[in-house]
């Protein structure tokens, strides 16, 4: 690694980690509680972190308005769960990319977007020499240096911390690829971040933790958790692992190790998180709704233009949908109220997981439903530990769509904030 510095002397110091790809030394996280570290507070005015965080008081409707030209619709019942979109499609980049999380379709477009030289430089995450799964913000200004940020990491990178060396460095249209957290603050501040274009290309994000506690899971998981090199749950139901000699495991969601997990193994953020499918971005790359395959949700028209760069590298679909979502959501909502903070609880012996592990892919929800299904876990759980944890944080960070997303289920109603437990209680700080 090479260090050099940037061209102006207020721009922080530069570190170039591949050809093209470069991070900055970035101040200090202010102490936020909750936060993600998206990288807001690291830049000189951290007070904005109180105007654009999603944990504090999200206005999802009229950023909606305003970036994709309208409100949900009620009458299209999808746009309730996956937010405001044009169209949706099953997809697979051809030939899909080593390294990549599922076949590259996102990284391929930061390469597009640099190729045609739509944008100057994209910010994302790469994972460090000493830990691949430790996410560090960088800036990619060349199309090959893409290939560096392929796949997951788990874990906060300060993102947003690159905004003003970005600015400093004189980019003016730049793309990010963002997790929802992140998407948030970068809609929220978007005209005072004086870019002529900010490009969002957006992941779903669910269930992230900090990569030391990631470590721990993998820990769990095998008895060589240092050569684990990809991990991801699939819609089928399955953790698929990959290791550094080749090897492949795919275990059954029912025989994970969750309940050896610590009950603050996934922080109150990532439980309550309010935007699973990231609302905000102009084109949402997933894979929850795409039956093996990658799941695009086109938002805007800036979101269809991105799927036309690809051309004929992508193969798409319409998606679908098999099964009934609403027994594995009630009975995925009664054990989160049954844990009461901690970690679902799993009432099933252990010699019945394997073959319900095995039937799930078949009889469980799939492709859409699957989303949908996951979707509503997601509200509950996020309502459920907010009124546990933080009820005076639920009147203001939960958007009106979420409680709608579950309205039909049975959860326990609102307590009073006071008859919060001290223990499991939240400051309303942040
Ligand atoms: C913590 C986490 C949870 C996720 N949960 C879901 C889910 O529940 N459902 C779903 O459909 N999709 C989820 N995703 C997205 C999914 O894993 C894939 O990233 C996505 O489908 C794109 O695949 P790809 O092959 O196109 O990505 P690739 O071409 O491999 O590119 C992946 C991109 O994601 C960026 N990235 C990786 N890790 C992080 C990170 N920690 N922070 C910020 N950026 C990162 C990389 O830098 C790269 O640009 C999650 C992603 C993360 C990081
Ligand atoms: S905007 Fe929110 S997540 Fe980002 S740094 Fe500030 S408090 Fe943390
Ligand atoms: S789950 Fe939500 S809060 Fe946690 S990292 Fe993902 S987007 Fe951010």
Request: hydrophobic letters at 35%.
């Amino acid at each position: 690694m090479t260090t050099a510095t940037a061209h102006a002397a207020a721009t922080p110091r530069a570190e170039i980690l591949y050809p093209g790809v470069q991070t900055f030394s970035l101040g200090p996280a202010a102490h936020r509680h909750p936060c993600t570290d998206c990288g807001l507070s690291r830049t000189s005015d951290p007070h904005r972190c109180g105007q654009a965080c999603q944990f504090v008081k999200p206005d999802y409707e009229t950023l909606e308005r305003q970036i994709h030209g309208r409100p949900r619709d009620p009458d299209r019942p999808d746009e309730l769960h996956f937010g405001v979109f044009r169209q949706m499609y099953q997809a697979w980049l051809q030939p899909p990319r080593v390294g990549a999380q599922w076949s590259g379709i996102t990284t391929r477009l930061a390469e597009r977007l640099l190729e045609s030289g739509e944008v100057e430089a994209v910010l994302t995450v790469t994972g460090t020499e000493d830990d691949p799964w430790r996410p560090v913000p960088v800036l990619v200004t060349d199309p090959a240096g893409a290939a560096y940020c392929r796949g997951m990491r788990m874990g906060y990178a300060p993102l947003l911390g690159l905004l003003e060396p970005a600015r400093a460095l004189g980019l003016k249209r730049v793309a990010a690829i963002a997790l929802p957290c992140q998407t948030y603050p970068l809609r929220a501040l978007s005209d005072e971040l004086g870019f002529d274009r900010l490009d969002i290309i957006g992941t779903p994000c669910s269930d992230n933790t900090t990569t030391e506690r990631f470590h721990d899971f993998l820990g769990l998981l095998d008895d060589t958790p240092e050569s684990i090199r990809y991990l991801e749950f699939r819609a089928d139901y399955h953790v698929e692992l990959r290791f550094s000699d080749g090897r492949k495991r795919e275990i059954p969601f029912l025989q994970l190790p969750i309940s050896q997990l610590p009950a603050d193994f996934f922080p109150l953020t990532c439980r309550t998180c309010v935007d699973y499918p990231n609302a905000l971005a102009d084109l949402t790359v997933g894979y929850m709704a795409g039956r093996g395959e990658q799941w695009l949700i086109e938002r805007n028209e800036r979101g269809a233009e991105l799927i036309g760069l690809l051309g004929e590298e992508l193969r798409l679909r319409a998606p679908t949908s098999a099964g009934k979502r609403s027994g594995p959501v009630q009975g995925f909502i009664d054990n989160t109220q049954r844990a009461a903070g901690g970690m679902p609880t799993r009432s099933m012996p252990n010699w019945l997981r394997p073959i319900v592990g095995r039937l799930m892919p078949y009889v469980g929800p799939r492709g859409l439903e699957f989303a949908r299904a996951r979707l509503e876990m997601k509200a509950a759980e996020t309502l459920i530990h907010l009124r546990q944890s933080a009820p005076r944080r639920a009147k203001t960070m939960v958007p009106e769509h979420v409680p709608k997303l579950v309205q039909n289920y049975r959860i326990a109603p609102p307590r009073d904030p006071e008859d919060a437990p001290a223990h499991h209680r939240e400051s309303d700080r942040s």
